[in-house]
């Protein structure tokens, strides 16, 4: 199975910026979208942001303006760079990814890996 190796978490003031990378490695034939989500202690996993291979992206509403989800199909690659981070930001990230180990027409179906969470605390 794919796996996905994320970095870039930290402990960081209110209002300081931090990036984020996630890797993903193995069998991959294709990966349509990669993304981020989040949770926080005692709160369930949320999305933050998602990003197509052909570029399309989505966020919460939360993070809109703030963050920003970019990729590299080469290097199979999804980065989030972080601005103006808040203490409410403070939570464990994944990264997620919808996997592709072959072609459709072959019978391989899409599943989600998920990276093993990289911690980002925001301090007031």
């Known amino acids: 199975q794919v796996q996905l190796v994320e970095s870039g978490g930290g402990l960081v003031q209110a209002g300081w910026s931090l990036r984020l990378s996630c890797a993903a490695s193995?069998?991959?034939?294709?990966?349509?979208?990669m993304g981020w989500h989040r949770q926080a202690p005692g709160k369930q996993r949320e999305l933050v942001a998602t990003?197509?291979?052909?570029?399309?992206?989505n966020y919460a509403d939360s993070v809109k303006g703030r963050f920003t989800i970019s990729r590299d199909n080469a290097k199979n690659t999804v980065y989030l760079q972080m601005n103006s981070l808040k203490p409410e930001d403070t939570a464990v990230y994944y990264c997620?990814?919808?996997?592709?180990?072959?072609?459709?027409?072959?019978?391989?179906?899409?599943?989600?890996?998920w990276g093993q969470g990289t911690q980002v605390t925001v301090s007031s």
């Open positions: 193995g069998r991959i034939f294709n990966i349509e979208s």
């Open positions: 997620a990814a919808d996997v592709l180990e072959g072609p459709r027409t072959y019978g391989y179906r899409e599943y989600r890996s």
């Open positions: 990003i197509t291979s052909g570029g399309s992206t």
